[in-house]
T-cell receptor, first 114, second 113 residues
Framework: DTEVTQTPKHLVMGMTNKKSLKCEQH?????MYWYKQKAKKPPELMFV???????INESVPSRFSPECPNSSLLNLHLHALQPEDSALYLC?????????????FGDGTRLSIL | GESVGLHLPTLSVQEGDNSIINCAYS??????FIWYKQESGKGPQFIID?????DKRQGQRVTVLLNKTVKHLSLQIAATQPGDSAVYFC????????????FGTGTRLLVSP
């Protein structure tokens, strides 16, 4: 079992809906990440929260909005998504912000946009 | 390994064989490498990591080898089991930009009984 918990596991939504993905970790990690993964592809980084400070992948559209209520929680707010946004959304965390630390992943939310 | 289009490179082995999964990394400045295992319907699972001051590291049934001269990383799995069937990703930390870890394209390991 993963120590990074993501909910829901599956989500189907229309293009006009607003929904949120949730992620929680209790390992005391200070960096949390959102990734998008399409089938048969590696994960692509969307956002990083490092000590609750946000870094953004400039290529991610504004219909994705991250939120970090505290160091253990990470949300991804979704609004007016497109069919091409259907993918597996993965949350990860790492102990610190250095690039020489492993990231630990949750099992993801499988998102389908109708 | 490299993938072409939507096809993942695939390694097929028999149960009990040793498996070797290869990865060519791109950035000579990378000094930290990770192997992840991703089973169907799950997120990537950390297997083993290695820093550039080492050329070999062993875990339980797994060994990672690092050849910095040719920028090559490999994962060896001893006595492969059906439960090892998954997609394996290598990752390196050599990006100077936003992405802390850069993932390889992945290799599918199929283990038949």
């Amino acid at each position: 079992d993963t120590e990074v918990t993501q909910t829901p596991k599956h989500l189907v939504m229309g293009m006009t809906n607003k929904k949120s993905l949730k992620c929680e970790q209790h390992m005391g990690h200070r960096a949390m990440y959102w990734y998008k993964q399409k089938a048969k592809k590696p994960p692509e980084l969307m956002f990083v929260y490092s000590y609750e400070k946000l870094s953004i992948n400039e290529s991610v559209p504004s219909r994705f909005s991250p939120e970090c209520p505290n160091s253990s929680l990470l949300n991804l707010h979704l609004h007016a998504l497109q069919p091409e946004d259907s993918a597996l959304y993965l949350c990860a965390s790492s102990q610190g912000t250095g690039s020489d630390q492993p990231q630990h992943f949750g099992d993801g939310t499988r998102l389908s946009i109708l | 390994g490299e993938s072409v289009g939507l096809h993942l490179p695939t390694l097929s082995v028999q149960e009990g064989d040793n498996s070797i999964i290869n990865c060519a990394y791109s950035n000579s400045a990378s000094d930290y490498f990770i192997w992840y295992k991703q089973e169907s319907g799950k997120g990537p699972q950390f297997i083993i990591d290695i820093r550039s001051n080492m050329d070999k590291r062993q875990g339980q049934r797994v060994t990672v080898l690092l050849n910095k001269t040719v920028k090559h990383l490999s994962l060896q799995i001893a006595a492969t089991q059906p439960g090892d069937s998954a997609v394996y990703f290598c990752a390196e930390n050599g990006s100077t930009g936003f992405q802390k870890l850069v993932f390889g394209t992945g290799t599918r390991l199929l283990v038949s009984p």
